[in-house]
């Protein structure tokens, strides 16, 4: 295993070397500055290092990482910095004698080219997902990666940490969009493997090693992304259902009825949506009575409104006939449809307080899941609330865990360890994974070590050795 470095703590040579990089301005280190830097999205892994550096492009990125490695300071890098695995922020200084920097690769945010005739971006890290998706819309093309945070989140903290989002089930996951990197390496080399090419078998497939390596690897700059043709129509439907089975053999049927065309299939349960109510009272509840269980599906397709309005009205009736599902609110505008999606993205603000867990299990095995982890978790704590909602498309809950009232969830908190293990160990129990989407960071690390097969561990660590024999990459995440 690679030793940590030792580095020459704080240096003011290092600082003013990396200034002279990137330029005073950008190497931050007044406690204002850098708070946002080292603080995560949920406020919950507060971190401290020597300054947060800016460089604007690749060649900056390649010196400032060069110099951290002369100097043995080790390296965060930070997209949006909407972590919720304490991925992209500095540990806290109790952990160690490393001297860490937040590497931002923000001001790395343009669209080097777009080649529609491709169906390909190429884009730099900092590239903002929303602006993404606005510009592949520009061209009359999709890009279909789309998550809650993509107002802040960038692509470079996107592939690092392989996101998911609502768009899985017919696009995949953020890896399965790609097919070029540009990365920085821990050295301060740079790799250029921005290929715009969907056939290419000249050896290892190397881009797959830094995705969804949270930065321990290296640090992408640049990646070549796929587009998709633009739906000229869709249908969004918010359907309440009896259960989590009930929602599974919904999917089944739509997935039967409407093949690909069914784009995003949502668990939302009815606590969850009363705690959007609460935490956004303009929100309506979209159907008349109280259900124990909603999803929100939509369905896109190529044709004209109209067509795609037909069929799914078909293949809702004939769903409610097979006494599938309980309810159903079809949007009947653009608005519409927005307030349903409204209600599913306010979700994660609605829980910013309790035990999060983004687990994976087969889709089958959904119900199992709510069920079984319920009870063992009830039967630990008497009282506790399930606040169950997620891609079931992709059998990817989010098992988040609280009481009934924000005093009472801040006080179950403490118990984080042990409602974890309950959690995972019905996962184990399923053949699931205990992160499905937000990756391992701080939080998991010790988790998977427990968890996956000594020899995975082992082949992981020689890999990082292998590409960081420093060990400078984001220490102390993800193992
Ligand atoms: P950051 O948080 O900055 O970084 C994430 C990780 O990647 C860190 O380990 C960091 O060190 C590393 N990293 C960042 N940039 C680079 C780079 N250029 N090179 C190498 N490593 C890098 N996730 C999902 O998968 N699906 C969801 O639906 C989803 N919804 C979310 C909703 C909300 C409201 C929030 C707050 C988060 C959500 N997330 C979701 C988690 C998070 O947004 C995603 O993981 C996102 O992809 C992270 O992007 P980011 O730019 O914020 O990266
Ligand atoms: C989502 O699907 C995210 O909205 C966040 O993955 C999940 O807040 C959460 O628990
Ligand atoms: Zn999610």
Request: one cysteine or more; proline letters at 5%.
């Amino acid at each position: 295993m690679a030793s940590l470095p030792q580095p020459d703590l704080a240096s003011p040579a290092f600082l003013k070397d990396l200034a002279s990089v990137v330029g005073a301005q950008h190497v931050l280190t007044a406690p204002d500055d850098v708070a946002p830097f080292f603080t995560d999205w949920r406020r919950v892994f507060p971190g401290s290092g020597l300054a947060a550096v800016r460089p604007a492009n690749t060649e900056e990125v390649s010196r400032v990482v060069a110099l951290c490695a002369q100097h043995g300071v080790a390296i965060v890098p930070q997209a949006g910095n909407t972590s919720l695995c304490g991925g992209s922020v500095p540990r806290a200084a109790a952990t160690g004698r490393v001297a860490e920097i937040v590497l931002s690769v923000a001001r790395l945010n343009r669209i080097r080219s777009m080649d529609p005739l491709n169906d390909t971006m190429t884009v730099e890290a900092g590239c903002i997902l929303q602006n993404l998706q606005q510009a592949a819309d520009a061209q009359d093309r999709l890009f279909p990666l789309s998550l809650a945070a993509e107002g802040s989140c960038q692509v470079g903290g996107n592939l690092s940490t392989n996101a998911g989002g609502v768009g899985v089930l017919r696009y995949g996951n953020a890896r399965d969009l790609v097919l070029g990197l540009e990365v920085v390496l821990p050295d301060g080399r740079v790799w250029d493997g921005l290929k715009a090419l969907r056939k290419d078998n000249t050896g290892y497939d190397l881009k797959h090693l830094f995705m969804g390596a949270e930065g321990t690897l290296g640090i992408i700059t640049a990646a070549v992304l796929k587009l998709f043709p633009k739906p000229s129509a869709s249908a969004t439907a918010w359907i309440a259902v009896e259960s989590p089975q009930k929602a599974v053999e919904l999917l089944a049927a739509l997935r039967g009825l409407m093949g690909d065309r069914l784009t995003a299939f949502e668990l939302i349960s009815r606590v969850c949506l009363d705690s959007v109510i609460k935490c956004k009272p303009s929100i309506p509840d979209p159907l008349r009575e109280r259900h124990p269980w909603y999803v929100l599906c939509e369905l896109t397709d190529g044709g004209t409104q109209a067509a795609l309005n037909e069929r799914a009205e078909s293949a809702l009736m004939e769903c409610t006939e097979r006494g599938i599902l309980i309810d159903v609110a079809l949007a009947q505008s653009e608005a519409q449809a927005n307030a349903l999606w409204a209600i599913r993205e306010t979700i994660p603000e609605a829980q910013f307080t309790n035990v999060k867990h983004d687990v994976s299990v087969p889709v089958s095995s959904i119900p199992r899941m709510v069920e079984e982890g319920m009870a063992d978790l009830a039967r630990a704590f008497p009282g506790c609330v399930g606040y169950i909602f997620g891609h079931i498309g992709d059998g990817n809950l989010h098992y988040n865990i609280g009481m009934g009232d924000e005093a009472g969830t801040r006080e179950f908190m403490q118990n984080i360890k042990a409602v974890n293990e309950i959690v995972y160990a019905v996962v184990e129990r399923l053949g699931g994974s205990i992160s499905a989407e937000h990756g391992v960071g701080q939080l998991k690390r010790i988790a998977i070590k427990a968890r996956k097969p000594a020899v995975e561990i082992e082949l992981m660590q020689r890999v990082k050795d292998a590409l960081d024999p420093q060990g400078i990459m984001n220490p102390g995440k993800v193992l």
